[in-house]
């Protein structure tokens, strides 16, 4: 990861201005990618982004921008009293600078209302969405660290149509682009925003294309991205799109990076880069959104961005970072599963199900060959299961995902792949079979249960090998108000030590298997039980271990599946 900041932030620095960008990098006025790493942009600011500072006039960006705004008073948001305002944020938990635009309580005076409602089912907003959408009206650009589940997408989404809608002339190209890690994310995302534009009933004026597939890309050449006011893309397609010409960047006006501290990794960074400089430079307004953000990549962000805002709600504090978990939605528990090495988490996993596991589960593992394996074993078991990584054909992987999402499947297995954003409301429970490589990973795996509002619990197991991390998670987790058993507390600090040594250096695992399940207190059914039929999971062969967390290798794997589609 600091390889990779160093490497955006040697390329990025200079600002971002699109295609004259090289040039300014290279200009004397070029802050070194070292400064950018060690020298906090802005020092002004506290940890949640609160200005410090006691000369508003003083040259700090977002006081001076907040003036700039002024003319932008009219705006039809929510205006509501300053007390109010405040007491909405205190309610609300939400953590921002001053001088921002009220929160909103709904989008009646925007006249999106119904639509809103009839995507979501609610009428009230989110935490972040009442403040992160006037913000985004009032063209500031938006960090926003909320929990997962808490309805980031919409908080984009509205006011991107809102501001598509007020536009006078149309731009002839895409007005605004949002870039997620993975396919199935982006897929999601625009099956929202169609939903929602067609809700609002401006489908006609506003056109959303997807790029994920060569398809898409294809169907884009003839002029397709002029007629396409959103775009949804994964980097890698994006990318192929930009080289190929097939897509118009250069009047993007909102640039929103969805899973933001994702796409600044290592695999991500020379698309983004690549990206950011086809996109219309100063014009452009970027986001981030996501549940976590370490400091650094905030830092490299605010040095493309020219009004950035902070708004963090719920947020806690882990490694420095900020990380937004409610633990009152997801009720968490720590399982010590060893003793037979990985034999023991298979009868601890099978011992769950006899107690009673509430579907639908999803249960994370650290690589490909482990998805395989663990699909072997308990596919005899009788339960309906099915498993998704990056090394099964798009076809395979859709279709794991529809029969999640419509009940067929009541256990899926998956890789980190499935790990941020994706959407399924109704998911009891989730179990770390695996320890997540990193907490900001355990944030967003527990994060697809206890959704909207709704409940759910999340297991995690480990054994001997996973202490030195566990700590870390253990600290999100405590830090979210989960209750943890004492002696979890009291690793020593030893281990802590090792701890940051091991983060994303999973421990080798034995494969999955039941050669020591003597002990375990499990009927096996019989083996006369009609086998499942699961194609490309399972064969010993199958997968590179390499579809480890956190792996946005993944999506090269993507690319290989055009046969597919
Ligand atoms: N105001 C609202 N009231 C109730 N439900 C809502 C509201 N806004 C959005 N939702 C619903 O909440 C669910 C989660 O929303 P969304 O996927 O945008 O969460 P998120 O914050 O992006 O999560 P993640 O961090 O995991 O990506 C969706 O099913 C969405 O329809």
């Known amino acids: 990861m600091e390889e990779a900041l160093e490497k955006i932030s040697a390329g990025l620095v200079g600002g971002n201005k699109g295609r004259d960008r090289r040039s300014a990098a290279e200009s004397s006025n070029r802050i070194t990618s070292d400064e950018v790493l060690t020298k906090p942009l802005h020092s002004s600011l506290d940890f949640f982004g609160s200005y410090k500072g006691k000369d508003s006039a003083s040259g700090h960006p977002e006081q001076v921008n907040v003036?700039?705004?002024?003319?932008?008073?009219?705006?039809?948001?929510?205006?509501?009293?300053?007390?109010?305002?405040?007491?909405?944020?205190?309610?609300?938990?939400?953590?921002?600078?001053?001088?921002?635009?009220?929160?909103?309580?709904?989008?009646?005076?925007?006249?999106?209302?119904?639509?809103?409602?009839?995507?979501?089912?609610?009428?009230?907003?989110?935490?972040?969405?009442?403040?992160?959408?006037?913000c985004m009206k009032q063209k500031y650009e938006v960090i926003a660290v909320a929990p997962t589940g808490s309805g980031k997408t919409l908080a984009y989404i509205v006011?991107?149509?809102?501001?598509?809608?007020?536009?006078?002339?149309?731009?002839?190209?895409?007005?605004?682009?949002?870039?997620?890690?993975?396919?199935?994310?982006?897929?999601?995302?625009?099956?929202?925003?169609?939903?929602?534009?067609?809700?609002?009933?401006?489908?006609?004026?506003?056109?959303?294309?997807?790029?994920?597939?060569?398809?898409?890309?294809?169907?884009?050449?003839?002029?397709?991205?002029?007629?396409?006011?959103?775009?949804?893309?994964?980097?890698?397609?994006?990318?192929?799109?930009?080289?190929?010409?097939?897509?118009?960047?250069?009047?993007?006006?909102?640039?929103?990076?969805?899973?933001?501290?994702?796409?600044?990794?290592?695999?991500?960074?020379?698309?983004?880069?690549?990206?950011?400089?086809?996109?219309?430079?100063?014009?452009?307004?970027i986001h981030l959104f996501s549940a976590?953000?370490?400091?650094?990549?905030?830092?490299?962000?605010?040095?493309?961005?020219?009004?950035?805002?902070?708004?963090?709600?719920g947020g806690q504090s882990y490694g420095g970072g900020t990380a937004a978990v409610d633990a009152s939605t997801v009720k968490q528990r720590f399982m010590f599963a060893d003793g037979q090495g990985e034999a023991g988490k298979v009868a601890a996993f099978r011992r769950l199900l006899t107690e009673g596991l509430m579907p639908p589960t999803l249960v994370f593992v650290q690589s490909q060959d482990r998805a395989s394996q663990l699909f072997k074993e308990l596919v005899?078991?009788?339960?309906?299961?099915?498993?998704?990584?990056?090394?099964?054909?798009?076809?395979?992987?859709?279709?794991?995902?529809?029969?999640?999402?419509?009940?067929?499947?009541?256990?899926?297995?998956?890789?980190?792949?499935?790990?941020?954003?994706?959407?399924?409301?109704?998911?009891?429970?989730?179990?770390?079979?695996?320890?997540?490589?990193?907490?900001?990973?355990?944030v967003h795996r527990i994060g697809r249960t206890g959704r909207a509002g709704r409940t759910g619990q999340a297991i995690t197991f480990f054994t001997e090998d996973d202490k030195p991390l566990l700590r870390k998670i253990v600290n999100v987790a405590v830090a979210s108000g989960a209750e943890v058993p004492k002696w979890m507390l009291d690793i020593k600090p030893g281990e802590r030590v090792k701890a940051s040594?091991?983060?994303?250096?999973?421990?080798?695992?034995?494969?999955?298997?039941?050669?020591?399940?003597?002990?375990?207190?499990?009927?096996?059914?019989?083996?006369?039980?009609?086998?499942?039929?699961?194609?490309?999971?399972?064969?010993?062969?199958?997968?590179?271990?390499?579809?480890a967390a956190d792996d946005p290798g993944d999506e090269d794997v993507f690319q290989d599946d055009e046969d597919d589609e």
């Open 67 to 134: 003036k700039k705004r002024k003319r932008d008073k009219q705006d039809d948001e929510a205006k509501e009293t300053k007390p109010v305002a405040l007491g909405v944020r205190k309610r609300y938990r939400v953590r921002t600078e001053a001088g921002l635009p009220d929160p909103m309580r709904s989008f009646q005076k925007w006249k999106l209302e119904k639509a809103f409602e009839s995507v979501t089912g609610a009428f009230e907003l989110t935490e972040i969405q009442s403040q992160a959408a006037p």
């Open 501 to 547: 040594l091991q983060e994303k250096r999973q421990p080798r695992r034995d494969r999955i298997g039941t050669a020591k399940l003597s002990d375990v207190a499990f009927k096996r059914p019989s083996k006369k039980r009609k086998r499942q039929r699961h194609n490309g999971i399972g064969s010993d062969d199958a997968a590179d271990p390499s579809d």
């Open 159 to 285: 006011p991107v149509v809102k501001l598509a809608m007020n536009r006078k002339k149309p731009l002839g190209a895409a007005g605004c682009l949002i870039l997620v890690p993975t396919k199935e994310l982006a897929e999601q995302v625009a099956r929202v925003t169609q939903r929602f534009l067609d809700a609002a009933k401006v489908d006609d004026e506003i056109k959303l294309k997807l790029v994920v597939s060569k398809a898409h890309v294809s169907g884009l050449a003839g002029g397709g991205s002029k007629r396409a006011n959103i775009l949804v893309a994964t980097p890698m397609r994006l990318v192929h799109a930009i080289r190929s010409r097939a897509v118009e960047l250069s009047r993007v006006r909102d640039l929103i990076l969805d899973e933001a501290d994702k796409l600044f990794e290592d695999g991500f960074m020379d698309q983004l880069d690549e990206v950011l400089m086809a996109t219309g430079g100063k014009k452009t307004r």
């Open 380 to 442: 005899f078991d009788g339960v309906n299961i099915d498993a998704i990584h990056a090394n099964r054909t798009a076809a395979q992987r859709s279709t794991a995902v529809e029969n999640f999402r419509s009940g067929r499947v009541w256990i899926l297995i998956a890789t980190d792949l499935m790990a941020r954003g994706i959407d399924f409301r109704t998911i009891n429970t989730v179990v770390n079979y695996d320890l997540p490589a990193s907490p900001s990973a355990y």
């Open 292 to 313: 976590t953000l370490p400091p650094k990549v905030e830092e490299v962000a605010r040095t493309v961005m020219k009004t950035p805002v902070k708004i963090v709600v």
